[in-house]
């Protein structure tokens, strides 16, 4: 399966199955794909992951979460 989200659109995504799943991402231009090394820090933390680092992290790449 594969995804084509534009720039700048609003998308989500979720794994409706009953087993685990996997996602590899492509993004270009290159640069957000250091995005994900960054929060998999602070998920890796002990405790509660720090969200307020993970969102200005985010938004250092352009990310914005909206509820």
């Not at 996602?23 to 998920?43: H, K, S």
């Amino acid at each position: 399966m594969a995804a084509f989200v534009p720039r700048c659109e609003l998308h989500t995504f979720k794994n409706v199955g009953e087993q685990n799943s996997r996602m590899l991402p492509f993004t270009a231009p290159a640069g957000f794909d250091v995005f994900f090394p960054r929060c998999a820090e602070e998920f890796a933390k002990q405790g509660d992951p720090d969200m307020t680092r993970v969102f200005e992290i985010a938004a250092e790449h352009g990310i914005h979460f909206v509820r």
